[in-house]
């Protein structure tokens, strides 16, 4: 019997941008035994796709060519594997796929038990899709304060930089529910939005006073989520207050040289990496899903597309100027 086929998006090497990526029709994927396959309503894009696509982790990711770009997916359950118990054909959820398959930008794609969640239908698929791993980066940075949500944090003054983007923008929130004092920055267009998140100060970042990152009202800040790249060490530590720590969410090579300078002198101000595995993330997506259908936690939708026109919506991620998530809609 013939496979039955699906639109969907992919480039077949490295490098090339949108101009690179194919429409095609291809074989619906089969789910293992603790996979679910989705039919896919909505997917947003993220910095790493077009970062993989142009080699940033060669050879090893993507895993194989042709690639179907995009990790961040809302849909509805359309077949579950034999060995799976939690989730039934018809079940509305969101997933995290595997950053070395991707598989995003389709009608259908596998994904694994573990990297998915159920999704209310507070929750549209299109907010949704733009969750997974911006707000779990979100979560990890914050966690890797010892933040815990849980009404026992530390009024902390916390410095959420990028805080328009993806990543950003969920900190921000994120912060604020913990009980943080939360300083953001961003460019002049999204200033109102930012505060809007919850952030109490917002700093343009192209002037002066957001090139230096002074706090407006003085405070030094004990957190740092650095989602901006290359900020250098120079401009962070004088702003730190005496145990002031930055948890890197876009790192250069260069900030490695400051990452092992902070551990060998024992500086109490540190400067570390974080990165976003896909362990078993589930729980974690649930939790803020769980914001999500309060209404606590917002995500800002920078712009959708429909599948026929996803070139667009990855040129969009690549021009690095996205307020909130880029979202393509099949
Ligand atoms: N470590 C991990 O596991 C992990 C996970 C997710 C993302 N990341 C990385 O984290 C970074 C942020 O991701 P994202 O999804 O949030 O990106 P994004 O959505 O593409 O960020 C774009 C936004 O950042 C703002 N921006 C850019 N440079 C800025 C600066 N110097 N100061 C203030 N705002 C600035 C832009 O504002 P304007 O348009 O006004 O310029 C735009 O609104 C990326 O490098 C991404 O690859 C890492």
């Known amino acids: 019997m013939a496979a039955k086929l699906m639109r ?32 896919v309503e909505a997917a947003s894009l993220n910095p790493a796709d077009w970062k993989i696509q142009e080699g940033i982790m060669r050879p090893l990711v993507p895993w194989k060519f042709p690639c179907i770009p995009g990790t961040c997916v809302a849909g509805e359950v359309a077949e579950v594997g034999s060995g799976v118990t939690t989730f039934k054909a018809g079940d509305k959820v969101i997933a995290m796929l595997k950053f070395w398959n991707g598989g995003a930008l389709a009608q259908f794609v596998v994904s694994g038990v573990k990297l ?6 507070e929750v549209s698929a299109t907010e949704g899709a733009g969750m997974p791993i911006a707000s779990l980066t979100a979560l990890l940075g914050l966690r890797s304060f010892g933040v815990k949500f849980d009404g026992t944090d530390n009024p902390a003054n916390i410095l959420v930089t990028a805080a328009s983007g993806g990543v950003g923008h969920y900190a921000v929130q994120l912060a604020k529910l913990a009980g943080l004092h939360v300083t953001a920055t961003c460019g002049a267009r999204n200033i109102e939005l930012v505060k809007s998140l919850g952030a109490d100060e917002v700093l343009d970042y192209r002037t002066q006073e957001g090139k230096s990152l ?13 989602c901006a790249h290359g900020m250098p060490w120079s401009v962070l530590e004088p702003n730190l207050s005496d145990n002031g720590k930055v948890a890197d969410v876009s790192p250069t090579a260069g900030d490695a040289l400051t990452f092992a300078v902070t551990k060998v002198t024992f500086s109490k101000k540190q400067r570390f990496p974080i990165m976003l595995f896909p362990s078993e993330k589930a729980r974690d997506l649930e939790f803020l899903i769980g914001l999500a259908k309060e209404k606590k936690l917002k995500t800002v939708i920078d712009s959708i597309f429909p599948l026929a026109k996803a070139e667009d919506a990855f040129a969009r991620i690549v021009e690095g100027h996205a307020t909130g998530k880029i979202i393509v809609e099949m």
């Not at 998915?116 to 239908?121: K, S």
């Open 8 to 39: 969907a998006v992919q480039y077949d090497r490295y490098g090339g941008g949108a101009a690179a990526l194919q429409h095609v029709e291809v074989p619906v994927p089969s789910p293992k035994k603790d996979e679910l396959l989705l039919k």
């Open 116 to 121: 998915t969640a159920h999704r209310p239908p």
């Open 214 to 226: 002074t706090s407006p009202s003085g405070h030094k800040y004990d957190i740092v989520i650095n």
